[in-house]
């Protein structure tokens, strides 16, 4: 029984990471021009989750700074800190971090499953307000963070409900993300 329910966990991850392939492939080559704009222009990339997005968005930073599948210069990035004790008892301290680090031509990555978590939303409002560019993760239909961003924003909706599988897809999706960068940056790598 509990084998069983392994092996379909694996086999509901497959599934929708086939299903949204096809939807999200655009977008996130989108996701990627926008992030190469940034970086050529020398811009630098805020990003900042809520829950286990905290972890996305660290991971994406960390593979911006160490370099993804190959040794390359670094790429000026942030993942902003919702520790409160570090910021005091504000509310928004994504928004306060966009616009104290923030500046016309960086780009934010807001990672948020359900789409609604007011830091993140409020982050995405500061950033406006600095007139960077945005690249959101959600999952189910956006929640309000469709709502807030511009035509010129993009948007990665992997359309499920389960939070797990929404952050199994994001994870794939930053690795895209990032191998992208670096593919149009320095070129085809061969695989190993």
Not at 27 to 52: E, H, N, R, W
Not at 53 to 77: D, T
């Amino acid at each position: 029984m509990l084998e069983q329910r392994i092996q379909q966990h694996f086999i509901d991850s497959a599934d929708l990471q086939y299903q949204t392939a096809q939807d999200l492939g655009k977008p996130i080559a989108d996701a990627v021009q926008a992030m190469l704009a940034c970086i050529t222009g020398g811009g630098k990339i805020l990003a900042c989750g809520s829950g286990p997005s905290v972890g996305h968005a660290l991971q994406f930073v960390a593979f911006c700074l160490a370099g993804f599948e190959r040794e390359r210069p670094e790429f000026a990035a942030l993942a902003l800190s919702s520790d409160s004790a570090l910021l005091g008892t504000t509310q928004q301290p994504f928004a306060r971090q966009v616009r104290a680090l923030g500046q016309a031509g960086d780009l934010l990555l807001a990672l948020c499953v359900d789409g609604n978590d007011a830091g993140v939303l409020a982050a995405v409002e500061a950033a406006h307000e600095r007139d960077m560019s945005i690249v959101a993760l959600s999952g189910r239909s956006a929640g309000r963070l469709a709502s807030v961003l511009r035509e010129t924003d993009v948007l990665l909706c992997v359309p499920h409900d389960r939070a797990a599988r929404v952050l199994e897809v994001h994870t794939l999706i930053i690795h895209c993300l990032c191998d992208g960068v670096d593919a149009q940056l320095f070129g085809e790598q061969e695989e190993s």
